[in-house]
């Protein structure tokens, strides 16, 4: 079982210049630094890595569902830098990896199936697929990806933050829908208590490390397809060991910035977000917001670190 | 597709149905290759679904089965076939079946539906259920994606059937309810052309797109997993209520209805259920609706169960015929006496089975030759 050492969320806030709507490559290094400095607690950014990540490929799953509101390439190169040059990683032990090929190409990242370089590539590679051993947690029997299987030791979560018209919210429990081959079986009852059950699958639990939410740009409404118009700044990377902890305050922001573009709650709406409670009581990490530790930081161009607000 | 091409093309699905039964099939889930796919695509399809409605709020409700599944742009049907995009919902299986066979028509199984002949048989990927007894779940429970699919326009079909003088075509193998409207528009087109449809299905369909449906269909075999809700909502994350009313509209339709009833050793196997199912078969469907009582092998999600053993299957035979239905089959134990087709009112046998031998010595067309007797069903 996965053991939560720390419900330590880090919400890193760029209050930097930047141009267009995308956070550079550097940006986002900055970003990830600050916020893995308080999750890391008293350790030093190197040391925490080398704890984290003690050797073997490092998955990275993205969310590119809708491509133009997918994890961006620039915080998951942002990412692959810090790995590189933090943990010794070396670049063919990197795997940026999703559902298809097809989804992570018309997101705009750039496939690599070979044997060296950081792997980019989809589950339904023709050698690759999911593992054919049915995995059970609760009502969920599924088969996982061997990306996730086979191909790496530890997993990094990068997903987006936005509202989804079934689950309520997704974010890092819902992007692991992208890890098995039926996730459309498990979208009924607000996704609950699936996505719950879903981390919950072996692989999933055991090889999760690290949730990096980017609510740099984040749709608060009509998702999870991509809507345009409802979507709101908050220039933001949501930071936790804890993917409950880490999803606990991506709802909390979800909900603040629905209720400042005159939106109901989620709840109000009947697609209040209960997945939460039950991975807590799967033992996955804590959802009660009250017993986590937040970290607010605000960071500015220079990169200085300074303490923040969540709004 | 000339000869050499379609022999090819049989034989790949051959290889794929029949190792699919046997559990030894590759491991095409990701997109390992079968080594001899003939106009195998990894495209899907992007045909217009029919049954579904666009919501005010946003997104659709698929209207094509009791689960009435609401969609958002870019999300799937709880069946996997079946995608919102930008508010319009898609097929995603229309022309691409995963699985394609030539096979008897007692494998279906139907007895009473031209006996001896064989169908044309094709499944695409995806399901509206989840039984955790699916014999055929590496296909059914899969998103089209996953599977190795043919590109087979329902033209196509009709073409390989007449050049192989198959009578019928089968919708079978996974839940044809999922693929409507390929199924739709290849047993229209093949009642142009004299080619009969069947449709092998768990009954999970709403009735409008059923209805409509019917028209096109000469049989319907119906698996009914249970007699109890409870079974459905447990082991098959489906319904019971929609499957017999189901059953019903079929019955009062002019279309063929046999049914099949999977028994499943502590699951679904008391006497008390073996009699409600012959009670409500006898009160809702009549006594000469067919039923195949068929024995249970442990796949899928459920091998923590044996086998079921024969005297079970006896019993529930003894209980069926006991409550007056006449036409009870044993299934999956090959050459079993059950297996044939007995005249209910003089005893003689009328089609002698053994395995998919089939035949048919004791009628005249559909009367027993020593009684006289009808016998429902469709016979030459």
């Known amino acids: 079982m996965y053991i939560v050492i720390m419900s330590r969320v880090a919400v890193v806030k760029y209050f930097g210049d930047f141009l267009g709507e995308k956070f550079s490559v550097s940006v986002y290094e900055n970003m990830i630094k600050a916020g893995i400095g308080f999750v890391a607690g008293n350790l030093s950014l190197n040391e925490y890595f080398k704890q984290l990540f003690p050797g073997g490929a490092v998955g990275i799953k993205t969310n590119c569902l809708t491509p133009f509101n997918a994890t961006p390439l620039n915080l998951t190169e942002a990412f692959v830098n810090i790995l590189r040059e933090n943990a010794g990683y070396d670049e063919n032990d990197l795997i940026i990896w999703e559902r298809t090929n097809h989804e992570l190409k018309k997101a705009g990242y750039t496939l690599n199936a070979a044997s060296t370089g950081v792997r980019c590539l989809g589950t339904d590679v023709a050698t690759i697929g999911y593992d054919r051993t049915f995995l059970n947690s609760g009502k969920v029997n599924s088969m996982v990806s061997k990306i996730l299987t086979r191909m790496i030791e530890h997993n990094v979560n990068i997903p987006i933050l936005k509202d989804h018209s079934i689950a309520g919210m997704s974010a890092g429990l819902k992007n692991m829908y992208g890890a098995i081959h039926n996730p459309n079986k498990y979208h009924d009852n607000n996704c609950s208590p699936y996505a719950a059950n879903i981390n919950n699958l072996t692989p999933i639990r055991d090889k999760h490390r690290l949730t990096i939410i980017d609510a740099v740009k984040v749709q608060y409404d009509n998702g999870p397809g991509y809507a345009p118009h409802s979507i709101d700044s908050y220039n933001s990377l949501i930071i936790s060991e804890d993917p409950v902890a880490a999803d606990c305050v991506a709802l909390e922001i979800l909900n603040r910035i629905r209720a400042r573009n005159g939106k109901k709650s989620l709840k109000e709406l009947g697609r209040e977000v209960k997945y939460l409670d039950e991975a807590e009581k799967l033992g996955l990490g804590q959802a009660n917001i009250a017993k986590i530790e937040i970290g607010v930081l605000a960071i500015a161009e220079d990169g200085s670190i300074s303490e923040g607000k969540l709004f | ?380």
């Open chain 2, 1 to 380: 597709m000339d000869r050499r091409k379609f022999m090819k093309f049989i034989g790949c699905g051959a290889c794929a149905a029949m190792s699919s039964h046997s559990g030894l099939l590759p491991e095409f889930l990701g997109g390992v290759q079968n080594a001899c796919a003939f106009d195998y695509t990894r495209e899907l399809s992007s045909v217009e679904a029919r049954y579904y409605k666009k919501l005010p709020e946003g997104g659709i409700e698929c209207e094509i089965c009791p689960r009435r599944c609401r969609i958002t742009d870019l999300e799937r049907g709880y069946c996997g076939s079946r995608e919102n995009r930008g508010d319009t919902y898609y097929t995603l299986v229309y022309g691409l079946p995963c699985a394609v066979n030539i096979d008897p028509i007692e494998k279906k199984p139907f007895h009473h539906f031209y006996p001896g002949t064989s169908a044309f048989s094709l499944a695409t990927a995806g399901c509206n259920v989840n039984c955790k007894c699916c014999q055929n779940w590496d296909i059914s429970q899969s998103r089209p994606e996953q599977t190795e699919n043919f590109s087979l326009p329902p033209k196509d079909i009709i073409d390989l059937c007449q050049q192989r003088k198959v009578p019928t075509i089968a919708y079978t193998y996974s839940e044809p309810v999922i693929f409507y409207e390929y199924m739709y528009d290849t047993a229209e087109l093949g009642h142009k052309h004299g080619i009969k449809s069947v449709m092998i299905s768990g009954g999970y369909i709403n009735p409008e797109p059923l209805g409509e449906l019917l028209k096109h269909l000469n049989a319907v075999k119906i698996d009914l997993k249970a007699i109890r809700e409870t079974y459905y909502k447990d082991y098959v994350d489906g319904e019971l209520k929609p499957v017999l009313d189901g059953l019903i509209q079929i019955k009062k339709s002019d279309v063929w209805l046999e049914i099949v009833y999977l028994v499943i050793p502590t699951l679904n196997d008391s006497d008390d259920e073996f009699t409600e199912l012959a009670r409500w078969i006898k009160n809702y469907l009549g006594v000469d609706v067919p039923i195949h009582l068929s024995r249970f092998y442990p796949q899928y999600l459920l091998k923590n169960l044996p086998p079921t053993p024969q005297t079970t299957l006896d019993r529930a035979l003894s209980i069926c015929r006991a409550e007056g239905l006449e036409y009870v089959y044993l299934g999956n134990i090959p050459s079993h006496k059950a297996e044939s087709t007995y005249c209910p009112k003089c005893g003689e046998m009328l089609i002698e089975r053994r395995g998919y031998r089939t035949s048919v010595s004791g009628m005249s067309k559909n009367k027993c030759k020593s009684c006289g007797k009808i016998i429902p069903g469709r016979f030459f």
